[in-house]
């Protein structure tokens, strides 16, 4: 049996993806422990699991260096590389939204828009003909608009507290997220056995 190779994101999807896992019958008791492994082998189950931040999840199984990974499909917008989604997992459940001033935009015709994922917002703004400029942020997207840096933004909201906390709301949503399993396109012909499976399972969980 050959060995599957799967990437999980570090962060704030970590914890359901190894419980994903460990639903399914793999035994991830390794990966809770507290070290800084990186790659971990599951010999008894022919997996070996990798960790890394969210962005770079695609970029793995893309290269095919991993079989499948899970990622949230905000990257997977981001980001648009050449893998099969194939499952919605269900968690990491948020949305992409416009988000401002309780005024809104006051019809401005050319908007500034402060964002962590600059592709999806030009996509956005062009798909509804609207002028803009995109000013990319690594986090603390919300400062933008309350500094005046920009007019609006674009981010992931899941609670609303953060944007709340900070006197902005929602002006638009873009789109649902939630956490994805994605496969290499090679993987899916030379290892399609071993991946048919796994999906299968997951597929019946989450369904
Ligand atoms: N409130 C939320 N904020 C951000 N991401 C969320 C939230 N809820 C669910 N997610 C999902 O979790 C994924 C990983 O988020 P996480 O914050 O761990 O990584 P990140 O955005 O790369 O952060 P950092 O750059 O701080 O490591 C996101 O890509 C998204 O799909
Ligand atoms: O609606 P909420 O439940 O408040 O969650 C949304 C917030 O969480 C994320 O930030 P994160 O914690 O990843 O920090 P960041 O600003 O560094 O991206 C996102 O960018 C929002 O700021």
Redesign the pocket.
Known sequence: METLKIAI?????AKYSIELLEEIGIDCQVLKEDSRKLVFTLPQHHIEVILL???DVPTYVEHGVVDMGI?????LMEQERQLYEVVDLKF???KFSVAGRPNGTNGKKHLRVAT?YPNVTKKYFAQKGQSVEVIRQ??SVELAPLMGLSDVIVD?V??GKTLKENGLVVLEDIAN?S?RLVLNKVSYKTKKKEITTIIDLIAEKVS
Request: net charge positive; proline share 0%.
């Open positions: 994101a570090k962060g704030r999807l931040k969210a962005v990622v949230g499909k905000d990257v990491g459940v948020c962590k690594e986090g992931i899941e609670t997220i956490a």
